[in-house]
């Protein structure tokens, strides 16, 4: 099929490149010179395992192309709205500005059963506005709303094997029968591998992606109150989180207490939310993500609070190594991260921070120069008098006690992800912290 994909991001890009690799015809359309200059030559504008092989290997087909042209999505049976849809300066709601801007500029080039098909994470009620604004146009188009799942990190395998597909379909059965197909024969390839298929309406294809983005923050947040408790009983909420995610009902992924959730996803999404039922005046029925949020933020100031306590609450001038920046392991991605959050503000108390990354340092930098970055390990934590791990990267989780403890100053580490054995570190001589462990 020809397709277009409108927003080459983190989500377009890789949907582009997947596909394309799937057989389909795509051009990805973005406004960014410099990233679309790197796609083009199949380079990838951000860190994500295995994508600078699959453009690679998408582009090669001939198959797959980018521009600065929206002309070039004329012709596509398909077009992909993958633009941002970040949190809206002053307020928690989401900034649809992109979403619109791209279905205006779409609009001129689209035909009679054409399917504009919307991938951006958008507040309940958007995609029945625009759809509206697609049929006073008159083009004959149609629009669905196929929300994403992507994992950064595991982004690739979520888009060429995905563990289900949503529709959300137009209400009028015409409408819908030509969205449908066209989307079945966008994922013919999936859909014949059993991928669970669910096909809906519009307003529940737009709160799938909201809804599991809230519940698994609630979940995060939920073992780092327990941690809160922990840390004022002596339990261990590491062993906690083992006991209760025996039970089949509650299982144990994301049940990892620490210094919580980041990134361009979570925390936006909760706080678009929550803006959204305020305006459908049912704020009442989330309220609870107000606490999720502020949990999840309290774990960062932990920490925090660990650190100080190891410097004897004199922190100025000490020595810090922050290991990790990025808001998880496998991406470069600074948005909302803990790690970066703690590093600024361990620096805002005087610290001298030294801080590494094995992707991220770049785009960390370009938002806070003012923090000592260093690309080696062994210079990170030389002389240092806390060892602080927020990013746990395999380079960092599997650390040898003894050979770090020759190269630092003081054998203070605070592990904000639980990732450490502390009975092994205690044993050779280091004051261990972990979050919501005895």
Same mark, same amino acid.
């Given at each position: 099929?020809?397709?277009?994909?409108?927003?080459?991001? @983190?989500?377009?890009?890789?949907?582009?490149?997947?596909?394309?690799?799937?057989?389909?015809?795509?051009?990805?359309?973005?406004?960014?010179? $410099?990233?679309?200059?790197?796609?083009?030559?199949?380079?990838?504008?951000?860190?994500?395992?295995?994508?600078?092989?699959?453009?690679?290997?998408?582009?090669?087909?001939?198959?797959?192309?980018?521009?600065?042209?929206?002309?070039?999505?004329?012709?596509?049976?398909?077009?992909?709205?993958?633009?941002?849809?970040?949190?809206?300066?002053?307020?928690?709601?989401?900034?649809?500005?992109?979403?619109?801007?791209?279905?205006?500029?779409?609009?001129?080039?689209?035909?009679?059963?054409?399917?504009?098909?919307?991938?951006?994470?958008?507040?309940?009620?958007?995609?029945?506005?625009?759809?509206?604004?697609?049929?006073?146009?008159?083009?004959?188009?149609?629009?669905?709303?196929?929300?994403?799942?992507?994992?950064?990190?595991?982004?690739?395998?979520?888009?060429?094997?995905?563990?289900?597909?949503?529709?959300?379909?137009?209400?009028?059965?015409?409408?819908?029968?030509? +969205?449908?197909?066209?989307?079945?024969? $966008?994922?013919?390839?999936?859909?014949?591998?059993?991928?669970?298929?669910?096909?809906?309406? @519009?307003?529940?294809?737009?709160?799938?992606?909201?809804?599991?983005?809230?519940?698994?923050?609630?979940?995060?947040?939920?073992?780092?109150?327990?941690?809160?408790?922990?840390?004022?009983?002596? +339990?261990?909420?590491?062993?906690?989180?083992? &006991?209760?995610?025996?039970?089949?009902?509650?299982?144990?992924?994301?049940?990892?207490?620490?210094?919580?959730?980041?990134?361009?996803?979570?925390?936006?999404?909760?706080?678009?939310?929550?803006?959204?039922?305020?305006?459908?005046?049912?704020?009442?029925?989330?309220?609870?993500?107000?606490?999720?949020?502020?949990?999840? =933020?309290?774990?960062?100031?932990?920490?925090?609070?660990? $650190?100080?306590? =190891?410097?004897?609450?004199?922190?100025?001038?000490?020595?810090?190594?922050?290991?990790?920046?990025?808001?998880?392991?496998?991406?470069?991605?600074?948005?909302?991260?803990?790690?970066?959050?703690?590093?600024?503000?361990?620096?805002?108390?005087?610290?001298?921070?030294?801080?590494?990354?094995?992707?991220?340092?770049?785009? &960390?930098?370009?938002?806070?120069?003012?923090?000592?970055?260093?690309?080696?390990?062994?210079?990170?934590?030389?002389?240092?008098?806390?060892?602080?791990?927020?990013?746990?990267?395999?380079?960092?989780?599997?650390?040898?006690?003894?050979? $770090?403890?020759?190269?630092?100053?003081?054998?203070?580490?605070?592990?904000?992800?639980?990732?450490?054995?502390?009975?092994?570190?205690?044993?050779?001589?280091?004051?261990?912290?972990?979050?919501?462990?005895?």
């Amino acid at each position: 099929m020809r397709v277009s994909v409108i927003g080459c991001g @983190y989500l377009g890009a890789v949907h582009a490149a997947a596909m394309a690799q799937l057989g389909h015809d795509v051009v990805g359309v973005d406004m960014d010179a $410099v990233k679309l200059a790197a796609l083009t030559r199949g380079e990838a504008p951000f860190f994500e395992p295995g994508l600078p092989e699959l453009l690679v290997e998408a582009s090669s087909t001939g198959r797959l192309r980018f521009t600065d042209d929206i002309s070039a999505a004329k012709g596509a049976t398909v077009h992909f709205i993958a633009v941002g849809t970040p949190q809206l300066k002053g307020s928690n709601a989401a900034d649809l500005q992109y979403v619109d801007a791209a279905i205006e500029q779409l609009l001129p080039h689209l035909t009679a059963g054409d399917v504009v098909v919307g991938k951006s994470t958008v507040p309940v009620g958007t995609a029945a506005r625009l759809a509206a604004r697609i049929a006073e146009h008159g083009s004959g188009a149609v629009l669905a709303w196929n929300p994403e799942f992507l994992r950064e990190g595991f982004a690739v395998k979520d888009s060429l094997a995905p563990d289900r597909i949503v529709f959300g379909l137009p209400p009028e059965p015409a409408g819908a029968a030509i +969205a449908e197909a066209a989307l079945r024969g $966008v994922y013919a390839a999936a859909l014949a591998a059993e991928t669970p298929l669910v096909i809906t309406n @519009y307003s529940t294809a737009e709160l799938v992606k909201v809804a599991a983005n809230a519940f698994l923050a609630t979940k995060i947040s939920f073992i780092n109150a327990m941690a809160e408790i922990a840390e004022v009983t002596g +339990a261990d909420a590491t062993e906690l989180a083992d &006991a209760i995610g025996l039970d089949g009902r509650i299982g144990r992924r994301f049940l990892g207490a620490g210094v919580g959730f980041g990134g361009g996803c979570l925390p936006k999404d909760i706080r678009g939310f929550m803006a959204r039922a305020e305006e459908l005046g049912r704020g009442e029925s989330v309220a609870f993500l107000k606490e999720v949020d502020a949990i999840n =933020l309290r774990r960062r100031q932990r920490v925090i609070d660990h $650190v100080v306590d =190891l410097l004897d609450h004199e922190p100025f001038g000490k020595t810090v190594a922050v290991l990790g920046l990025a808001f998880k392991p496998h991406s470069d991605d600074v948005r909302d991260s803990p790690a970066l959050d703690v590093a600024v503000r361990l620096k805002g108390l005087g610290a001298e921070v030294r801080a590494t990354d094995p992707q991220a340092i770049e785009n &960390a930098r370009r938002q806070h120069p003012q923090l000592d970055y260093r690309t080696s390990f062994e210079e990170t934590v030389r002389g240092a008098d806390v060892v602080v791990l927020v990013t746990e990267w395999d380079e960092y989780r599997y650390l040898d006690p003894e050979v $770090v403890g020759a190269l630092v100053s003081g054998r203070n580490i605070v592990d904000g992800r639980n990732s450490y054995d502390p009975a092994r570190w205690r044993a050779a001589g280091w004051t261990y912290r972990g979050l919501g462990r005895p």
